[in-house]
């Protein structure tokens, strides 16, 4: 059997398992030499360096910055209000949602700035060292679709403001299918520029939400003070009441709040690939809830004043952002929006949609594919799922096939959650995460309770999944009809479910845990007998 060596624990931490709890909370391995022989393990997905993790809390304040300043955010007040709600309501709802979504973005961020890894591997001690190949491609997947989604989004404003200065020659150029060579054109250079900036690394990534996050922010209050100006107030729609009263409201309530909850719900997954990199746990609490609830619902406020404004104008409320600085009468405000939409939709799709699958796919074949090459995979994949089909009937394909992906994926943030701070309360024996013997091969390597919780979970939270009045890929009447009252609230179900089931199971199982769980002494390793019980 083999022995562990003991070493000498750092001043204030102290030492056992082979890695180093030190006073600050943050471990790390005595020795990483065992890493390199491990075919689960690659110099990306292992642990972080404590040198390394430096993100302070302007870092994740800034993180998240600029990953709210984009337009599918700027335009979700718009679509609160089009259902009925006054523009207050559609605020809080809005700030309540994105409360509420803090509360799992913080908690499977702890594991990240604690034992410094992403979210494939600390998905290893739940879902087992191979099994956590099934959250991780599945979240993969939908952040692919959406990176697709945002870069033609992203090339669509460069197209459409370019056009703007260069005239009908470009607004009016040759198709190629359905669409000009120019807007082609203007996609593959976003592409490329997306690109560009993430095969440089996560650290060129920082440094480019640190200065996108106030560039953005002064545009922003910048395009909110010219049209104040030029339609001499803010307008009517800060006036108007909203048409949803009393029951109507609330029936309304609960859908509406889902539907924000799940827009950075997936980021509640993968949020330990950046928090793998904090100074502190303090620094990254503190940098995600400074700028997560405040930028959102701030975000939402300005796009209710500025289209307000826009309604005195033009004659019609315009909720575009795009649109909107079309409309600027100036070469050099032209310019600067186009600037803006740019950085602004480079720095939410970067890091919400580009980050997470190059960990994703890495860790399913990590001796073969590294961070770079997962996020190139992941490039290359999000074109040849033809965003610009994707976008073009939102209804079914964003909304509603791209919204039932989410609702899966809520069962993984609570057995993530659980498992982490319920099962093995914060210990994780981080060698064991890279290797075939210990805690988390469980059984070939997958942990059947958290596939079978993780599967009952994603039915009770999608199995309801309906389109309204038949437009859609679903029954109007859901596809399993009993479950379609749950559907609204899907993220929600499948969050508390998914925890609920996965801890009845490990803990009716009997799964060890920790190796003092067994009653031998600290240092000494479990057999694979004992592990995989």
């Known amino acids: 059997m083999a022995t562990e060596v003991a070493v000498e624990p750092a001043e204030g931490g102290r030492s056992q398992h082979g890695q180093t709890e030190h006073a600050d909370g943050r471990v790390t391995l005595d020795d990483r030499s065992a890493l390199a022989h491990s075919p689960y393990s690659n110099e990306d997905l292992d642990p972080v360096e404590l040198p390394d993790r430096h993100w302070n809390t302007y870092n994740y304040a800034a993180l998240w910055v600029g990953m709210s300043h984009n337009i599918p955010s700027w335009l979700l007040a718009s679509g609160l209000i089009a259902a009925g709600m006054s523009w207050q309501q559609a605020v809080v709802i809005i700030l309540l949602a994105n409360v509420i979504v803090l509360i799992p973005i913080l908690l499977n961020g702890h594991g990240g700035t604690k034992y410094g890894i992403p979210f494939p591997v600390l998905a290893r001690s739940s879902f087992g060292v191979l099994g956590a190949n099934l959250p991780a491609l599945v979240r993969a997947f939908a952040a692919t679709c959406w990176f697709g989604v945002q870069t033609w989004i992203g090339g669509e404003g460069i197209f459409l403001l370019a056009g703007k200065m260069f005239g009908d020659s470009w607004a009016n150029a040759s198709h190629i299918g359905d669409f000009a060579w120019t807007q082609w054109l203007s996609f593959f250079v976003f592409w490329l520029i997306e690109i560009a900036i993430i095969v440089r690394g996560i650290e060129t990534l920082r440094r480019f939400e640190n200065w996108a996050a106030p560039v953005v922010m002064v545009a922003a209050l910048a395009l909110l003070a010219y049209v104040y100006v030029q339609a001499d107030g803010f307008g009517n729609i800060l006036s108007q009441s909203g048409s949803l009263k009393g029951d109507e409201f609330w029936r309304a309530f609960g859908p509406a709040l889902m539907g924000m909850i799940a827009f950075w719900a997936t980021l509640s997954l993968n949020i330990s690939d950046f928090t793998r990199f904090g100074g502190s746990q303090k620094k990254q609490m503190l940098g995600q809830t400074y700028g997560l609830p405040t930028t959102m619902t701030a975000f939402a406020v300005m796009s209710v004043l500025v289209t307000s404004a826009s309604e005195e104008m033009y004659g019609k409320a315009i909720w575009d952002p795009i649109q909107l600085a079309a409309r600027i009468d100036s ?67 964003i909304f509603t096939w791209l919204g039932v992906v989410g609702a899966i994926l809520g069962p993984v943030a609570g057995i993530l959650a659980a498992d982490y701070w319920v099962v093995r309360r914060r210990h994780i024996v981080v060698r064991d995460l890279y290797r075939r013997e210990g805690l988390y091969w469980y059984s070939g390597g997958w942990n059947w309770r958290a596939v079978v919780a993780f599967g009952v979970a994603a039915i009770l939270s999608a199995g309801g999944s309906y389109s309204k009045d038949g437009k859609g ?38 799964v060890p845990v920790a190796y003092d769980s067994s009653g031998s002494p600290d240092d000494a390793p479990l057999d694979e007998k004992e592990v995989t019980a």
């Open 473 to 510: 890929p679903f029954p109007e009447d859901g596809m399993i009809p009993f479950l379609k009252p749950l559907a609204d609230y899907g993220w929600l179900v499948g969050l508390v479910s998914g925890a609920v089931i996965y801890v009845a199971l490990m803990k009716a199982g009997k």
């Open 331 to 397: 070469w050099v405000g032209t310019l600067l929006a186009l600037a803006t939409v740019m950085i602004a939709t480079l720095s939410v799709n970067i890091a919400a949609n580009l980050v997470s699958p190059s960990y994703d796919f890495a860790n399913a074949a990590p001796k073969y594919v590294n961070f770079r090459k997962g996020a190139l995979i992941t490039c290359v994949l999000s074109v040849l799922i033809f965003p610009w089909k994707l976008v073009s009937d939102p209804n079914i394909y």
